[in-house]
């Protein structure tokens, strides 16, 4: 089975299941041992990823500044912490970035959709 790192994490440590492999272009710093399935499948790569969206005409100013704050809240050591325990790594970026990598992201991810012939029902 395929899970995210947070929920998978935890019972791999307790030896509940077994990891096999990661998603991930590299392996991440809390799971080290873990291979990426990139290792044996070259290319291959995955990720799970969150973002904070803001309604379409939110003001410029307004979304700067809320990036800026989310900044800086997920750099502070206990919040790093956090998320290292959890298996997680915060890719900090701004607006424009994120609209980049989130039309990577629906081009990549449609090209597999329509080469695998799946339909929707």
């Keep these: 089975m395929f899970d995210n790192m947070p929920s998978a994490l935890p019972m791999a440590r307790e030896g509940k299941i077994r990891a096999l492999a990661q998603t991930t272009e590299r392996r991440s710093a809390?799971?080290?041992?873990?291979?990426?399935?990139?290792?044996?499948?070259?290319?291959?790569?995955?990720?799970?990823?969150?973002?904070?969206?803001?309604?379409?005409?939110?003001?410029?100013?307004?979304?700067?500044?809320?990036?800026?704050e989310l900044v800086r809240v997920f750099r502070l050591p206990d919040v790093q912490d956090r998320l290292k325990t959890l298996g997680l790594e915060a890719l900090l970026s701004g607006p424009d970035e994120l609209a980049r990598y989130q039309a990577a992201e629906i081009g990549k991810w449609a090209k597999v959709v329509k080469e695998s012939g799946a339909k929707a029902e």
Excluded: H, Q, S, Y
């Excluded at 290792?39 to 969206?53: H, I, Y």
């Design 30 to 68: 809390a799971a080290p041992d873990v291979p990426t399935v990139a290792e044996f499948v070259p290319g291959f790569e995955a990720t799970t990823w969150f973002a904070l969206f803001a309604p379409a005409g939110t003001p410029r100013p307004v979304v700067d500044r809320l990036n800026a």
